[in-house]
């Protein structure tokens, strides 16, 4: 009896172990953004852009920390002007002679070896083995051309001035996921990032007439501008001798609304500011909070046909049409503006591959922008029919979501989600499966679901993963979780491989 009694307590501690194993090792997967990785705790940063010559100038120190449970002794970084330039000479301007270089790569003044791959893989053996737990600093030095393109990384010049966009240009710690390192390539068409929070001190000289507009908080005394930006994805830095700026508050946010003089200028400053106002009500009320103090708006050159950027807290919106343009498109301002806003929910506040799994960011934030804003019925929206005859009513952006659903599952039935862009097949486009195809998905989950239930589920999605990482998997599970049905679960098996 005794025995018996020991063997009962051996095998109900032996289950209850399994049962604590089992749930740590689920809990450790439930997101991407845990332990198990090597990761760049911080940036510091020394940039100077010369503007004579178009060239800028980065030293580059990384705290990296080997979070994983072995040893390493090297480590990748990515830097992506090399494909940037290379891509703009193949596509642009083939006799363009930019160029990229490193200049160097150090731990402690030690200089290091590095293999340079396919353009914007940097590995780098380390001076000695990084231990787990072990931090090391590394200094990375570049010196790169900037490209006269109306785009994210290049300058534009105008009678008034000249406007240099950085971004994509700042070399980084490549993610590392249980020890495997993501290495995207460049995409021009769209986003390859996939980066972890970070924390970011950058110091940069300009001209001193320039106005600095960056992620996070900026400080300029005498051509120096400082930057601070902390638990942040990824660092844009626009300047201009050729901006003016509004600046007010929303749901506690200070907002910093650049602008272009212009014969346009008053309706472009009202519009976008009842964009801007409207748009964060609108997504604070029916997501979330916001997670940053600050959202700077600045206006870009990039021509027609062109949305604009996202960058946590920075938003490069695209104002050719009230500036170059002989006729404004307000409405094309009016959607990509609220687009590029809800990127701050999702992909800034709640990340993702952008590459491997651009449906996720860009199918919530393509809801966010035709669902959620595009069917209030509020002042921006007014304002664009009063000064856009062709801006569809909220009547009108209802049809078309109906007409657009009526036929999605015959001109999407070959499109998957969960295929990056280098394994398109057929006539797959970009646009066609990140935005269009993701967003009929979340409408057809939301029509499942109900709208009271997909409006809890969306709450709790952004809140579960606020400031983390996410994938497919875990995005799939949460909708399960709130509606297992049959419908949902067809649903799921039409969009997805």
């Not at 979070?67 to 830097?79: A, G, M, P, Q």
């Not at 009016?334 to 992909?347: A, M, N």
Request: charged share 30%.
């Amino acid at each position: 009896m005794k025995n018996k009694k020991i063997k009962c307590l051996i095998l109900g501690l032996i289950i209850i172990g399994l049962i604590v194993i089992v749930y740590f090792f689920l809990k450790k997967n439930d997101t991407i953004d845990l332990d198990n990785k090597i990761d760049a705790l911080s940036y510091n940063m020394k940039l100077d852009l010369d503007t004579k010559n178009k060239v800028l100038n980065e030293k580059v120190e990384m705290e990296i920390k080997n979070n994983t449970r072995k040893s390493i002794d090297e480590i990748v970084i990515r830097d992506m002007t090399k494909s940037l330039l290379k891509y703009y000479k193949e596509n642009y301007n083939k006799e363009s002679n930019n160029k990229s270089e490193i200049l160097g790569i150090k731990e402690n003044d030690i200089d290091l070896k590095y293999t340079i791959e396919k353009d914007s893989i940097v590995k780098v053996k380390l001076n000695k083995t990084l231990k787990p737990n072990d931090t090391v600093k590394i200094n990375v030095s570049i010196k790169t051309d900037i490209p006269e393109r109306q785009d994210r990384f290049g300058y534009i010049k105008r009678n008034d001035g000249y406007i240099y966009a950085l971004s994509f240009c700042f070399p980084y710690l490549a993610d590392n996921i249980d020890g495997k390192w993501i290495l995207n390539p460049y995409f021009d068409d769209g986003e390859n990032r996939s980066y972890d929070l970070a924390d970011y001190e950058i110091e940069i000289k300009h001209p001193s007439d320039y106005l600095v507009i960056a992620t996070g908080s900026e400080e300029t005394n005498n051509g120096i501008t400082k930057i601070t930006a902390k638990n942040i994805r990824d660092i844009a830095i626009v300047l201009s001798d050729m901006y003016k700026k509004d600046s007010f508050e929303v749901e506690g946010i200070k907002i910093n609304n650049y602008y272009l003089d212009s014969k346009y200028t008053e309706k472009y400053r009202k519009l976008t500011k009842l964009v801007i106002e409207e748009s964060i009500k609108v997504y604070t009320d029916k997501v979330g909070k916001y997670p940053y103090d600050t959202l700077d708006i600045a206006p870009l050159l990039f021509g027609f046909g062109y949305g604009g950027m996202e960058y946590p807290s920075l938003i490069m919106t695209n104002a050719t049409s009230f500036y170059d343009g002989t006729m404004m498109d307000a409405w094309s301002l009016h959607d990509g503006l609220t687009h590029e806003i809800g990127h701050q929910w999702f992909y800034g506040t709640v990340g993702n591959n952008e590459y491997s799994e651009g449906w996720i960011d860009e199918g919530f934030t393509t809801y966010l922008e035709r669902q959620l804003f595009g069917l209030y019925d509020g002042e921006a929206h007014k304002y664009l029919r009063e000064i856009d005859e062709y801006a569809p009513s909220i009547e009108d952006n209802i049809k078309s979501r109906e007409e657009l659903m009526e036929t999605a599952r015959e001109d999407y039935k070959d499109i998957y989600l969960n295929v990056s862009p280098d394994k398109y097949e057929n006539d797959q486009s970009y646009g066609e499966a990140e935005y269009e195809t993701s967003y009929i998905f979340i409408q057809e989950i939301r029509m499942a679901m109900g709208d009271e239930k997909f409006n809890k589920f969306l709450k709790d999605f952004y809140k579960t993963y606020y400031l983390k990482t996410v994938n497919t998997d875990m995005v799939l599970k949460l909708i399960r979780e709130y509606d297992n049905s049959k419908k949902i679960n067809e649903i799921i098996d039409f969009y997805f491989k």
